[in-house]
């Protein structure tokens, strides 16, 4: 069995709520950074709860998309056949993202490409920390919490077109993150509003990201 890559540069969970982040999704050709393709990728940077930025684009791969991933993600072989190459893309890419923290569903699954293509391309080390709305909604909710992104947006009531699409996904998590804090204070899980920004206790940081 092989081990998974090592990857020296990766950040770490993030310990504060910030008030600016890049929500990021990618699409691919399979689970495996090593022998599997992006295919979509969406950045979007928001600022005190608004989206303020975007970076998209479709990503060329070096085979023909199979038949599973264009019935899973809607993604055909002819909307990715003008794309940019993945290493073309990586430089301005990492650039977008900067120093802010990383925000997704699963992130550490889009985090793991991006890393490998980011470091393949000569680019800085992708190092910035990150937030996982999937096990943010874990710590919130316990074994209740949904698992999937399209089930936390109904649990949510969110309402966004176009799912497992790298726009929708990487801007529901970002509505999604948006949301919890105002049902921790419901919950009494030690969040609060604080003016346009959203703070937690510094106590309670860790435990709730």
């Not at 709520?17 to 928001?46: H, K, M, Q, W």
Request: charged share 20%; hydrophobic share 40%; proline share 5%.
């Amino acid at each position: 069995m092989s081990k998974e890559k090592k990857r020296q540069f990766k950040g770490h969970r993030a310990t504060v709520i910030p008030d600016e982040f890049v929500a990021i999704d990618i699409e691919t050709t399979g689970l495996n950074p090593t022998c599997d393709e992006i295919i979509e990728v969406s950045a979007v940077r928001y600022r005190n709860g608004h989206e303020v930025a975007a970076y998209e684009t479709f990503v060329k791969p070096t085979r023909p998309l199979g038949v599973f991933i264009t019935l899973f993600n809607g993604i055909t072989n002819d909307m990715v056949a003008d794309a940019p190459a993945v290493g073309e893309i990586m430089p301005p890419l990492r650039a977008f993202i900067g120093d802010s923290v990383l925000l997704g569903h699963n992130v550490h699954f889009d985090i793991n490409f991006l890393y490998d293509a980011i470091e393949r391309a000569g680019a800085p080390h992708l190092t910035n920390d990150f937030i996982d709305t999937m096990g943010l909604l874990r710590r919130i909710n316990g074994a209740e919490a949904p698992g999937s992104l399209a089930d936390a947006a109904q649990a949510y009531s969110i309402s966004v077109s176009g799912h497992h699409r790298a726009g929708w996904d990487s801007r529901c998590a970002a509505e999604l993150f948006l949301r919890l804090p105002a049902e921790n204070c419901s919950r009494n899980i030690c969040g609060r509003q604080n003016g346009s920004t959203i703070a937690f206790p510094k106590s309670c940081r860790k435990a709730i990201i």
